[in-house]
């Protein structure tokens, strides 16, 4: 093969990769904590996972039982070290060179650990330990790179959304400065061997200790959300999940950081609680982990950060009951320890069943959706922008030459994408919101050559193997990232036939 030839076969190859590395999508584990004294023998929990079709586990240390249970199970682990062991692996390298000695090469790579969190939540603790993290980070880290696995395992450390002073609006969210000592050398460790910032995030806590300023449906991912607009950047949430990361991103972009990727390390919703905790019920678990699971697959992003794959683990496997606290706090698992099963989950995140009310997701006979005529221009652009991107609605149609271009307004361009989301995700008031900017109508808007989607329509039916929120006929998150890398081979190998 000639030399130029060769070159540009190189080239095509690490673009292969390139694309394959980006577009393997959000992947969705659980948290297997331990923190009771009923729970069954780990071989036990580890069938019971893989039952679930589950490849990724996160447990809180190196116990050792456990982490041989998971050897030859295909399972990627995310072990941790404990908050009261930062001292020991602070002040001797020689400590964490046993530890790594005796806890994970004995068991490695027959246990695919792939993750190393160095401390929990850290600002949460009573005791402050914050001076000790990075030093037992970079610790744990010389001790891999002695061993020649300091790329192969991947070293960070969890935080709550407690280490942001202000996370609303979320263009607004801030790191608080009182954590800096810490935080910039933990960040700039995170960067150099690209790690990601790992948080734990519970819109549960946000709708239980504000009711009144946060509604359970925006909490839920529900579909009856009403959008909440950050005012600075006119982006619209329509769930408290998003706006949650989308603080931690901003607070990150501040500090030049933006471009760290952001893992979610804990998060889900209690299948029961005390009388105070009315939020706290086995139907709202349900709900809030099916839709954050749908949210994960169709890599929907956030709107800060449209189409980007996040990774996200539930919390937890099991109810354990020597959690201190109120009742909620032992009641989060998705299994009690005989086992069974509280709620179903469907770990696929691609079935069509509304949790909320049990039925079908349908469209509404003889509705439609347009811009309203009394908002700005920037509010209508602002829900343009979105449905044609988050959205996933197809907007070729409103292109320069296409049937729906004419009349070139805002308005027109507007009212096509907003009807085309509506149509697509359940033909409610709350498909039609886009923070005010949407109104629903009898009155078919179609004109000319011009066709609105409207109900029953071959491209607003759901199946089962389209996740809510994106068109049947839509591009999934693998086609959209072979689009966007595709023109990028395709000029490497015309440059090198030319």
């Not at 692996?89 to 969190?117: E, G, H, R």
């Not at 001790?143 to 609303?168: C, D, P």
């Not at 690209?194 to 300023?213: G, I, K, R, T, W």
């Not at 008031?429 to 009898?442: I, K, N, P, S, Y």
Request: aromatic share 10%; hydrophobic share 40%; with cysteine.
């Amino acid at each position: 093969m000639p030399m130029a030839r060769r070159h540009v076969a190189g080239l095509v190859a690490f673009l292969f990769l390139l694309l394959v590395g980006h577009c393997r999508g959000g992947k969705t584990g659980i948290c297997y904590g331990r923190n009771a004294d009923d729970l069954p023998a780990p071989d036990k929990v580890v069938q019971l996972i893989q039952k679930q079709s589950i490849k990724h586990v996160r447990i809180y240390d190196t116990n050792i039982d456990v982490i041989k249970a998971f050897a030859n199970t295909g399972v990627e682990l995310m072990v941790g070290v404990p908050n009261a062991d930062l001292l020991a692996f602070a002040q001797y390298q020689s400590n964490v060179d046993t530890w790594l000695k005796n806890s994970i090469l004995p068991y490695y790579p027959a246990t695919m650990i792939t993750y190393i969190t160095v401390g929990a939540e850290i600002t949460e603790s009573p005791v402050n330990v914050s001076a000790l993290v990075v030093p037992a980070m970079r610790n744990v880290h010389t001790a891999l790179k002695k061993v020649g696995l300091h790329k192969k395992i991947t070293i960070s450390s969890t935080h709550s959304l407690g280490i942001l002073s202000r996370s609303f609006p979320p263009s607004a969210g801030a790191f608080n400065s009182s954590y800096a000592p810490f935080l910039k050398p933990m960040l700039e460790f995170l960067l150099e061997n690209q790690a990601p910032f790992m948080v734990d995030l519970y819109p549960y806590y946000a709708y239980q200790n504000s009711p009144s300023n946060v509604s359970l449906n925006y909490a839920l991912f529900s579909t009856q959300s009403q959008g909440v607009i950050d005012p600075n950047t006119g982006l619209v949430y329509t769930n408290m999940f998003d706006a949650q990361v989308d603080s931690i991103f901003f607070a990150l972009m501040a500090l030049n950081f933006k471009t760290l990727k952001i893992m979610i390390t804990e998060t889900g919703w209690p299948n029961k609680g005390a009388a105070k905790e009315t939020g706290a019920t086995t139907d709202n678990a349900q709900t809030y982990n099916t839709n954050l699971i749908r949210h994960v697959v169709n890599d929907s992003g956030t709107p800060a950060k449209p189409g980007e794959e996040i990774d996200v683990y539930i919390f937890s496997l099991f109810n354990e009951n020597r959690k201190p606290g109120i009742e909620s706090e032992r009641n989060w698992g998705l299994f009690s320890p005989d086992q069974s099963s509280i709620y179903s989950l469907d770990w696929s995140g691609r079935g069509n069943v509304d949790i909320m009310t049990g039925g079908n997701l349908t469209n509404s006979n003889g509705t439609w959706c347009v811009a309203s005529t009394n908002v700005s221009e920037t509010a209508l652009q602002n829900g343009l922008n979105w449905a044609c991107g988050p959205g996933n609605v197809d907007c070729s149609a409103i292109q320069p030459s296409q049937p729906c271009y004419q009349p070139d307004t805002l308005v027109s361009h507007a009212s096509y994408a907003f009807n085309s989301y509506y149509q697509q995700n359940g033909a409610n008031d709350v498909a039609c919101g886009f923070g005010g900017a949407g109104v629903r109508t009898t009155k078919d808007p179609s004109y000319d050559t011009c066709v609105y989607m409207a109900a029953g329509s071959k491209m607003s039916t759901m199946n089962s193997t389209t996740p809510p929120g994106r068109s049947s006929s839509g591009p999934s998150p693998l086609a959209r990232c072979f689009t966007l890398l595709l023109p990028m081979l395709l000029s490497v190998i015309a440059a090198g036939i030319l």
